[in-house]
């Protein structure tokens, strides 16, 4: 049953859905990529970033926000750069005045380079002050199927470089500027003072982004994504991609819950499933 709000355009023209809180937190979420590109505060307050220079023309994934990696994070695998659902379009099946629920399924252009029968229901639920993502993959035939995924959040901060990641202390990450050497993290928190591009694996379940001049701390409580993305640009990689503005890279950071480094396999007619919660604290 769809009750509550029903798609209008957003930026650029594109379908999408507005969410609001009982809290009073507003979301929009787009069926582009299905991808939620906004989340405010009841203060209106941004809490997830959107470049400057985003650009809104499908299949071009929007810069920002939270696309999904899906059925392949950066180039572990054959397919393009984090595969194909953050450039395809999405469609609504449930939806209330607080949370909405996307589908996406095979189509002749997908089998055409990665063969798997699947669908893929996205809900993002705002809860109170708090963003819940649930996403349920399922295998409809055709063998076992093999992914890696992540949700490529970019969070705000007010500055990157006092901002920190808490809760990785002891883990082990994969060092994407150094050929993915596998290096250990001995700091009580991950800075950012250039740029940053490491996949740390089997973290606990949260993880902490300390924004001090922002005065708030944003957590990540994950299930059954065992690994995190955490990623700056910095200033050259910002003015070498075009639809990230020159400075955008003091504004955020990106802590992206995934499961790459132990893809994930789904037998057929099986179910995968997995949650990511985000929370604010002011300080």
């Known amino acids: 049953e769809m009750a509550g709000p029903v798609e209008t355009p957003l930026a650029g023209g594109l379908p999408g859905v ?13 069926l582009h990529g299905g991808h939620v590109a906004s989340w405010r505060t009841s203060e209106g307050d941004d809490i997830i970033f959107l470049s400057s220079e985003a650009v809104f ?32 379009e999405w ?33 993002v639920a705002l809860c109170g002050g708090d963003m819940v993502t649930d996403m349920v993959v399922t295998n409809q035939g055709g063998g076992p199927m093999t992914f890696t995924t992540a949700l490529h959040t970019y969070l705000k901060v007010a500055v990157a470089a006092e901002a920190r990641v808490e809760g990785l202390k002891g883990t082990k990450y994969l060092d994407s500027l ?26 606990p379940g949260k993880l902490d982004l300390v924004d001090p001049v922002g005065g708030r701390t944003i957590s990540l409580t994950t299930q059954n994504l065992p690994d995190a993305v955490v990623w700056n640009p910095w200033i050259e990689k910002s003015r070498a991609t075009g639809d990230l503005g ?20 789904v037998e057929e007619g099986a179910t995968w499933t997995c949650q990511q919660t985000i929370s604010v604290a002011k300080h």
């Open 91 to 123: 469609r609504v099946i449930k939806q209330t005045h607080d949370s909405v629920t996307m589908h996406l399924t095979a189509t002749k252009a997908t089998l055409a380079i990665w063969p798997h029968r699947f669908e893929c229901a996205y809900t």
């Open 178 to 203: 150094k050929d993915r050497d596998t290096c250990d993290e001995l700091g009580e928190a991950v800075g950012f003072s250039g740029e940053v591009d490491r996949i740390y694996l089997n973290i």
């Open 246 to 265: 020159d400075d955008d890279y003091k504004g955020f950071v990106c802590v992206e819950a995934a499961a790459i480094a132990t893809p994930v396999v």
């Open 18 to 30: 507005t969410l609001v809180s009982s809290t009073g937190c507003t979301a929009q979420v787009y």
């Open 57 to 88: 023309k499908p299949p071009k994934a929007i810069r920002g926000g939270i696309p999904i990696c899906f059925p392949q994070f950066s180039d572990f695998g054959p397919l393009g750069q984090h595969g194909f659902a953050r450039n395809q």
